[in-house]
């Protein structure tokens, strides 16, 4: 059933053996906002991600997108989401057009080809299609693991660190293909170590630090000075 939210995380909890990660996070992102995620290396933002993509389970808690139970409806999920991790899961071996297409087909997108090339010439790497990830530069894999994460129209994008090793054209792209999500009334979670990104990319701001909110503000009445004030009085 069709519901208001993008993202509904109730009482999450994550421990890596007996350390906990994530202490009983709970976060609701109407459909079509974009919500940054900030906090310190080893805060927990990763895991959260990849608990939210489904690629990681929850420890106790319950995280529904777009009104699926992550417990029971991963499935549907997983063709509601795209996903854009620092590793960017294509096969090394397999051209870029090939793990498109290999994707597509798992994903059972229609007339997967047209639509792959048409997102390659949106990342600039038309030119590449035919070559193996192998060989591209770091730069040129993340605007094919791009490619792949919008393939499949993903409703939600989950980007971790979208902004990081990119250089001002990529960074330019991104910024762009974060907007046309937007536009198409898409939602968004992403993490960022950078505080102005942070608050131009976002309607939503939240700050975990050693596996809990401790901070959340919307963006839209929060100046990056006082952005800036509250990240260095909670996190350490
Ligand atoms: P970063 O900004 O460096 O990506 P983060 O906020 O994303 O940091 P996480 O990667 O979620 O943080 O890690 C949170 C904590 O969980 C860290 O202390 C990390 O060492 C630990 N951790 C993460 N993955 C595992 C794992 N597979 N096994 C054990 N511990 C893990």
């Not at 409806?73 to 991790?85: D, H, M, N, S, Y």
């Not at 059972?108 to 047209?114: D, F, I, L, N, T």
């Not at 590449?128 to 409703?155: F, M």
Request: net charge positive.
């Amino acid at each position: 059933a069709p519901t208001a939210l993008a993202i509904e995380i109730s009482n999450l909890k994550k421990s890596y053996g007996l350390k906990p990660v994530l202490r009983n996070i709970q976060l609701a992102l109407p459909q079509g906002q974009r919500m940054a995620l900030l906090g310190a290396n080893g805060a927990g933002k990763t895991t959260l991600l990849r608990i939210l993509a489904g690629l990681s389970k929850a420890g106790s808690g319950t995280v529904c997108l777009n009104g699926l139970d992550s417990r029971y409806e991963l499935q549907e999920i997983r063709q509601q989401i795209g996903f854009v991790a620092h590793q960017p899961y294509l096969y090394e071996e397999l051209t870029v057009l090939e793990n498109l297409l290999f994707f597509g087909q798992l994903y059972g997108v229609k007339q997967a080809r047209e639509r792959a090339n048409a997102l390659l010439q949106r990342v600039g790497m038309e030119r590449r299609a035919k070559e193996r990830i192998r060989v591209l530069s770091r730069g040129q894999v993340q605007r094919v693991a791009w490619a792949r994460a919008l393939l499949h129209s993903p409703q939600i994008l989950l980007l971790d660190e979208p902004d990081t090793g990119l250089d001002q054209d990529g960074n330019d792209l991104v910024a762009a293909l974060l907007a046309e999500h937007s536009a198409r009334g898409g939602s968004m979670l992403f993490t960022t170590h950078n505080l102005e990104r942070a608050l131009a990319w976002s309607d939503q701001l939240v700050i975990l630090a050693s596996g809990r909110v401790v901070y959340q503000h919307d963006a839209a009445t929060l100046s990056l000075e006082e952005l800036q004030q509250r990240y260095r009085e909670v996190v350490k």
